[in-house]
């Protein structure tokens, strides 16, 4: 009769364990890779979109210098201008898209900020200071008077006592510390040209003729569309004259103020957002003075 051999239960077991014990390990070294996989290739991604988007940033700096001393209105900037969207290709499935004024998004919808529409910290008086959101007569008279003005940026405000972060908040988009306090009243929010002294109509009047004006072409044979707004700002009370009635209180008010007025930006923020194999890459937000090519600011994000 043949022999037969019995093992113990418990022999099967310890080899049943061991083999889990061994899945598991090879499960947790799987996942390991995978992970670093996964990272190496999130990595050369972002490394690529990084290494892509500041030559395109410069490229497009490059284009838009160009662009802006062939500017086919050399005399005024309106809004529709500064905030239309311009797309260039480039090499392979590379492009950058670009437009001159900060478009956010607001409870009022779509809050437009031209760099060239803004109040000058370091030229601003003490009344229109104080107009600010934010702003009372006592932190607007320690700004005027600080020692640290002229400002470098809009940052160094919190240098003044009585400056807090809830208050920046309220006014900072409304502020420069570039130019020489020109505001470009084609691209001026309400809130600025109340801050100047404008009574509430005589800023709707602006803002309706802002919409509804539309800039007659010199060239009678032309058939190009200028845009919509004020095209020189010595004809700014005589537009507004024609396009409504005016009091002469509010004719004294912009009297007063064609001096600070203009119908250019003479400095503007340039946003660029550079494309590879239809992925964003970094955002750039650059102040730039076209008559001298200077980059006087430069943020990423």
């Known amino acids: 009769m043949p022999r037969q051999y019995f ?14 014990w061994v899945i598991m390990i090879l499960s ?28 395109a ?12 001393q062939s500017d086919p ?12 969207e311009n797309t260039q290709a480039l090499c392979a499935d590379n492009s950058y898209k670009y437009y001159f004024a900060d478009k956010n998004n607001s409870a009022d919808g779509i809050k437009v900020i031209d760099e060239g529409a803004l109040i ?6 003490l009344d229109v200071l104080k107009r600010l959101p934010g702003m009372d007569e006592d932190l607007a008279e320690s ?16 240098l003044i006592e009585g400056m807090s972060k809830d208050k920046f908040i309220l006014f900072k988009d409304l502020v420069t510390v570039y130019g020489s306090g020109k505001i470009n009243i084609n691209t001026a929010s309400r809130t600025v040209l109340l801050a100047l002294g404008l009574d509430n109509e005589l800023v709707g009047a602006i803002l309706r003729f802002r919409q509804e004006y539309k800039i007659k072409n010199p060239d009678p044979e032309s058939t190009e569309d200028l845009g919509y707004g004020f095209s020189s700002a010595n004809k700014i009370i005589d537009d507004l004259r024609s396009f409504t009635s005016l009091g002469l209180r509010q004719e004294q ?17 340039f946003n660029i957002i550079p494309y590879s194999g239809g992925r964003e890459g ?8 076209p008559a001298t090519k200077k980059i006087l600011s430069w943020n990423e994000y």
């Open 28 to 55: 947790m070294l799987g996942m390991g890779l995978t992970g670093l996989v996964f990272q190496e290739i999130k990595f050369t991604k972002v490394y690529q979109r990084i290494n892509f988007s500041l030559p």
């Open 120 to 125: 000058n910290l370091n030229t601003a008086s």
């Open 253 to 269: 008010e912009l009297l007063a103020l064609l001096s600070v007025f203009d119908v250019k930006s003479e400095y503007l923020r």
């Open 143 to 158: 700004i005027v008077n600080s020692g640290a003005r002229p400002f470098s940026s809009i940052h160094e405000v919190f």
């Open 73 to 84: 209105t050399p005399g005024f900037d309106t809004l529709g201008e500064l905030t239309e």
């Open 282 to 289: 970094l955002h750039y937000s650059i102040v730039i003075h």
């Open 7 to 20: 093992y113990p239960q418990h022999n099967q077991a310890s080899i049943l364990v061991v083999c889990l």
């Open 57 to 68: 940033a410069k490229a497009a700096l490059k284009t838009v210098f160009y662009l802006r």
